[in-house]
Every structure is written in C-alpha cells, then in structure tokens.
C-alpha cells in the first residue's frame, strides 16, 4: 500500500472519514464515534510508547506500535500520520536511528493537528447522530 507524505490541512481526509461512515459502517454512528474515539484516546498513547521505545532502541515495539498505529491512522483519514508512522516502521525495521528527531517531531506535530480534528469531528457526528 502506498502512502502519501501529503496530508490535509485539517490532519484527516474528510472523504475518508465520509466513506468510512456511509459505506464501511453503513451510517451506523455509535460504531463510528466509538472508532473516532479509540483514536483520540490510543493516538497520544501510542505515540509515546513509539518515543520510549525509540529512545530505549527497543527496535520491535518501534515497529510494532508505528505499524498498528499507521493502521489505525489510515481508517480515519489521517493520512500524513500514517505516513509518518510508515516511515517510522521502515526505519526501525531497518535499525536505522538517523532521522528519528525529526520524524517523532513530525509525528507529534501531525498528532496535534489530528485530535483537533477528531475532536471537531466528534462534535459534529454526535449532533449528527441525535438529529438522526
């Protein structure tokens, strides 16, 4: 699966989330608030258990951890993470320690934009789903 470094302003393709909704979950809100919300709440954590391991070298969680959050990141549109959480992978797979400053920064900084997102999202899918 190719992924893009180029994200979306917002931290999430809204026509992700958009198919996601309707056609993966068939318009069934409390599953797609429920998925929105694990991220919001696994998101930071992976993303420090992504930084101590890195900073332990402890290769495998890297990979492990960078590679499931990608996963997750990619079912709701944020691209760019999951790109970054991509990069993270390829590097640790290849025990290559170089850029990690940079890509963790990145990582935290899309992190940032991401949960904002959700965040506005959350809001609105809950307005949505009472009206529904």
């Not at 994200?7 to 979950?25: A, D, M, Q, V």
């Not at 944020?78 to 290559?96: H, M, T």
């Not at 992190?111 to 609105?124: D, G, M, T, Y």
Request: aromatic share 6%.
């Amino acid at each position: 699966m190719s992924i893009s470094p180029t994200g979306h302003p917002s931290g999430i393709n809204k026509t992700k989330l958009e198919f996601l909704l309707r056609n993966t979950l068939s318009g069934t809100w409390s599953v797609y608030l429920e998925i929105l919300r694990m991220f919001l709440d696994d998101g930071p954590r992976s993303l420090r258990t992504i930084e101590d391991a890195w900073q332990d070298q402890e290769l495998d969680t890297v990979i492990d951890v960078s590679h499931r959050l990608r996963s997750n990141a990619l079912n709701i549109g944020a691209d760019r993470f999951a790109w970054l959480c991509s990069r993270i992978e390829e590097l640790g797979r290849a025990g290559n320690w170089s850029q990690h400053n940079e890509l963790v920064s990145d990582l935290r900084t899309e992190c940032i934009c991401v949960i904002s997102a959700l965040r506005i999202e959350i809001a609105n899918a809950e307005k949505q789903s009472e009206a529904a």
